[in-house]
RNA sequence: CGGGGCGUAGCGCAGCUUGGCAGCGCGCCUGCUUUGGGAGCAGGAGGUCCCGGGUUCAAAUCCCGGCGCCCCGACCA
């Protein structure tokens, strides 16, 4: 392929950053906007975000979630109550201190996240154990004023959703944290083609103020790791902070079991790392904004007769499928065909004059590169062949990859060298002391990104069954089971 | 918070060392010819050289101060 267009792509051997901010910015996902930290998510990349929450908001109504919003804004006391949690966060909480043109009396934190409000309203709202489980999600952004940001992986404003669910017990709360782990586990390998690993965090990694958080965890394909979504068992902490009391069938005040879990706008970042290549994005069709583009190659002679059956074309296709029609007169067809591919749209729909005389046209995969000629009418069909292809086809490559860049390591002469040469993910025995881990990570700046869960088969399985029983890589001391560590965003 | 880079047309940059007409490429506008992997020609529009102060006959350029953005690292409940 003639690649002199990739002028526009740093490539990611070269400078892997820098080839992500040009993947996200020519790809037209998102421009920065004149706010330190801030981005503007553009119709195309917001386009992505509308389908992720296309692919999760009916998972979250089949579990029996509905959707709420809650204030923006947080009274400086609701998070005061919850001092021990909120410490931690004060340095990166926004604050609004006036309006109308006067001081406020009480500062208004930009909510970071919403447990205080919502627990607030929790409290209010919850009397019985018939109103368990309370089952509410909210899409929203929240600010977090970080000191080093990146397009989508860490901005001051972000989009997200958030899950806040109250249980009467603490097994019901185990299941539901466990559920929506499930869901995301399940949604980001079918419809990002992302291959996760679900697992619990260690105790150092968890959220504060949560009996256990949950992950799921995917390799970048710099070697680094992304935490793509969390689930919490939150036990009673907030409950009783906040005083959410139900009064219990044998008569009893009680504190309910909570849970909460959120996604954000970072699997935009995800899938650019773990789909993209050096010529640009490539997306998975079922998130795919577009997920076929027409090119009609039309010279003068015969251009009406070209674009009328493009757009008959498109207005047949356009009821199944995201088509888009690029009649753009100002631009060759060689100039459209390097645009959509920087731009991720998983099919390409070639038709010329030869196309339009033969009754067919070219289909060309963005994953792959491969052409093939359909018939107008196997089309329709047809390309919902190749989209499916194609969405298979990342999800196993990203798996394969992940896979490959597992390793085995006994000892950290070993580790080391594993990060320094693959980076990768690293599955070793650890003895369950938070010292060793605060030390590996001080040595080598790998965390324990989880303890991956019984049970399910991911990219990761071979590798764990290999390190059964192997001792604490750190100090040789016993292992419980085998733990996956990795340098991270 | 530490390290590095940068700020000149919409974008990318040159010019700064050694002060002297504000330039180049792409993009944009108009017209014509083109269209199977980033078309060609002709004409045209577009500037607070980040901001403030200083030096000087003269500052994008030198000096002082400030602001902003990006990247890397640390931090990230």
Same mark, same amino acid.
């Given at each position: 392929m003639d690649k002199e267009y990739v002028r526009e792509i740093t490539s990611r051997a070269e400078d892997y950053s820098q080839w992500y901010v040009d993947v996200a910015t020519k790809a037209q996902l998102m421009d920065y906007a004149p706010i330190k930290g801030c981005m503007v998510f553009r119709p195309y990349g917001y386009g992505i975000w509308e389908r992720i929450q296309g692919a999760l908001d009916p998972r979250f109504k089949a579990t029996g979630h509905q959707n709420a919003y809650f204030p923006l804004f947080i009274p400086e006391s609701f998070?005061?109550?919850?001092?021990?949690?909120?410490?931690?966060?004060?340095?990166?909480?926004?604050?609004? *201190?006036? $309006? $109308?043109?006067?001081?406020?009396?009480?500062?208004?934190?930009?909510?970071?996240?919403?447990?205080?409000?919502?627990?607030?309203?929790?409290?209010?709202?919850?009397?019985?154990?018939?109103?368990?489980?309370?089952?509410?999600?909210?899409?929203?952004?929240?600010?977090?004023?970080?000191?080093? *940001?990146?397009?989508?992986?860490?901005?001051?404003?972000?989009? @997200?959703?958030?899950?806040? *669910?109250?249980?009467?017990?603490?097994?019901?709360?185990?299941?539901?944290?466990?559920?929506?782990?499930?869901?995301?586990? +399940?949604?980001?390998?079918?419809?990002?083609?992302?291959?996760?690993?679900?697992?619990?965090k260690t105790e150092a990694e968890k959220f504060a103020g949560a009996l256990r958080t949950y992950t799921v965890e995917a390799l970048m394909s710099d070697g680094k790791a992304l935490q793509a979504g969390t689930s919490h068992n939150l036990g009673q902490f907030f409950a009783r902070v906040f005083d959410i009391l139900y009064l219990d069938r044998d008569g009893q005040q009680k504190h309910v079991w909570q849970t909460s879990w959120g996604v954000s706008t970072r699997l935009i970042g995800a899938l650019i790392m773990v789909h993209g290549d050096d010529r640009g994005l490539v997306l998975p069709p079922r998130v795919a904004p577009l997920q076929a583009v027409i090119v009609p190659i039309a010279p003068q002679r015969q251009r009406e007769e070209i674009l009328a059956a493009a757009r008959e074309l498109r207005d047949t296709l356009s009821g199944s499928y995201r088509v888009q029609l690029d009649d753009r007169e100002e631009h060759s067809p060689g @100039?459209?065909?390097?645009?959509?591919?920087?731009?991720?749209?998983?099919?390409?729909?070639?038709?010329?004059? %030869? +196309?339009?005389?033969?009754?067919?046209?070219?289909?060309?995969? %963005?994953?792959? $590169?491969?052409?093939?000629?359909?018939?107008?009418?196997?089309?329709?069909?047809?390309?919902?062949?190749?989209?499916?292809?194609?969405?298979?086809?990342?999800?196993?490559?990203?798996?394969?990859?992940?896979?490959?860049?597992?390793?085995?390591?006994?000892?950290?002469?070993?580790?080391?060298?594993?990060?320094?040469? +693959?980076?990768?993910?690293?599955?070793?025995?650890?003895?369950? +002391?938070?010292?060793?881990?605060?030390?590996?990570?001080?040595?080598?700046?790998? *965390?324990?990104?989880?303890?991956?869960?019984?049970?399910?088969?991911?990219?990761?399985?071979?590798?764990l069954g290999e390190a059964k029983g192997l001792p604490c890589v750190h100090c040789g001391g016993r292992s419980g089971r085998p733990v996956v560590f990795a340098r991270s965003y």
């Open positions: 998070l005061q109550r919850e001092a021990e949690h909120f410490e931690g966060f004060v340095p990166e909480v926004a604050w609004v *201190t006036r $309006g $109308g043109g006067e001081d406020l009396a009480e500062r208004l934190a930009i909510r970071p996240t919403s447990e205080a409000m919502i627990c607030h309203m929790y409290s209010r709202w919850i009397q019985s154990w018939r109103d368990l489980p309370m089952l509410l999600n909210q899409w929203c952004n929240v600010v977090r004023w970080e000191k080093a *940001t990146r397009p989508f992986l860490r901005t001051t404003e972000f989009l @997200w959703q958030e899950g806040h *669910t109250c249980h009467a017990s603490e097994e019901e709360a185990e299941e539901e944290a466990l559920r929506m782990l499930g869901v995301y586990a +399940d949604c980001l390998q079918e419809d990002l083609a992302l291959a996760v690993i679900p697992g619990l @100039w459209k065909f390097n645009e959509w591919e920087m731009r991720g749209v998983p099919v390409r729909i070639e038709l010329g004059p %030869r +196309d339009l005389a033969a009754g067919r046209v070219i289909l060309v995969r %963005r994953d792959n $590169g491969e052409r093939e000629e359909a018939s107008n009418r196997g089309l329709p069909g047809r390309l919902g062949e190749v989209l499916d292809a194609v969405q298979d086809s990342l999800y196993r490559r990203a798996w394969a990859f992940t896979e490959k860049s597992t390793r085995v390591v006994r000892d950290m002469a070993a580790f080391q060298a594993t990060l320094e040469q +693959d980076r990768g993910l690293i599955v070793a025995g650890w003895c369950g +002391d938070a010292g060793c881990e605060a030390r590996i990570k001080g040595d080598t700046a790998a *965390t324990i990104r989880c303890l991956p869960l019984d049970g399910v088969v991911t990219p990761v399985s071979s590798a």
